[in-house]
């Protein structure tokens, strides 16, 4: 990195620093009020873009998208995408922003003052891990709550590698797609992970790819299809990551982590 790209990224990372959580605090807040007045649900749908759309435009991340036309408008969906980044929500919030979407959360960001509580009363799921009997009832509440046009999003890996890797994809998200007949949208980003690399304060500015596949359906599909049906959706996820970086790589832009 060059000295005048390195003071670019300094100087990024401070805005960044000072304007994103600001931003957190006042659109986490007006999901709390929206929510506590009984507003439509469509409304806070919005707020989750425009903080997002805010925060991409702040870091000087562009953003392009395939695949939208796979996208059914007033389908709900069981979204499945590769995880590299902190950066990757607000990636797609912004990308997917046609759909309605909730997410499937860990403990750690419930516990955030203001954020955890718009989280949770905007719908969103809190996990412990992913296959435990408790979160499995959780998720099952929430989904039964939901409005039909709600999508949720799946990390199917459980986490982010620390070193940009897709790892193997566990059972949650097929689970949830088999008992509530929703189909699998795969959904892959690249470019997150040199944005914003985990373990780092330092924030690029740089464009992210993001691939959305063609819709997996679950009809006449039991439980036991269940590992089927994730190897299916990893195979596609895989594809779509790869796709994606050769997008990236096509710009003369490297997409950081591995391959």
């Known amino acids: 990195m060059g000295a005048r790209q390195s003071i670019d990224t300094g100087l990024r990372t401070l805005v960044c620093l000072v304007l994103l959580p600001l931003a957190l605090i006042a659109s986490a807040l007006r999901i709390i009020i929206l929510t506590l007045r009984g507003a439509p649900r469509t409304r ?3 707020v989750y873009p ?16 395939h695949g939208l036309e796979n996208i059914e408008p007033g389908r709900a969906y069981v979204i499945v995408a590769n995880h590299e980044s902190a950066w990757d929500p607000l990636v797609l919030n912004a990308a997917l922003k046609l759909l309605p979407v909730r997410y499937i959360v860990k403990r750690g960001l419930i516990r955030i003052p203001i954020f955890g ?3 949770l009363a905007s719908g969103n799921v809190r996990v412990e891990r992913t296959n435990t009997s408790g979160d499995v009832r959780r998720i099952s509440e929430v989904m039964g709550r939901r409005d039909a046009d709600v999508s949720i999003l799946f990390y199917a890996e459980g986490g982010r590698s620390r070193e940009g890797r897709l790892r193997r994809f566990k ?6 797609a088999i008992s509530e007949g929703l189909p699998i949208l795969p959904v892959a980003t690249a470019g997150t ?7 780092t304060i330092r924030i690029r500015k740089g464009t992210v790819v993001v691939e ?3 819709p997996i359906p679950v009809e006449g599909l039991s439980p036991k299809a269940r590992d089927r049906l994730r190897e299916e959706a990893e195979l596609a996820v895989r594809e779509l990551r790869a796709r994606a970086r050769r997008r990236l790589r096509m710009l003369g832009m490297d997409p950081g982590g591995v391959d």
Do not use: N, Q
């Open 212 to 214: 959305v596949g063609a």
């Open 50 to 65: 425009a903080f997002s759309e805010f925060c991409l435009r702040v870091a000087g991340t562009r953003t392009e998208t």
């Open 117 to 119: 509580r718009a989280l």
């Open 44 to 46: 806070v749908d919005h």
């Open 193 to 199: 992970f040199r944005v914003w690399t985990p373990e």
């Open 171 to 176: 059972k949650g998200a097929f689970r949830t």
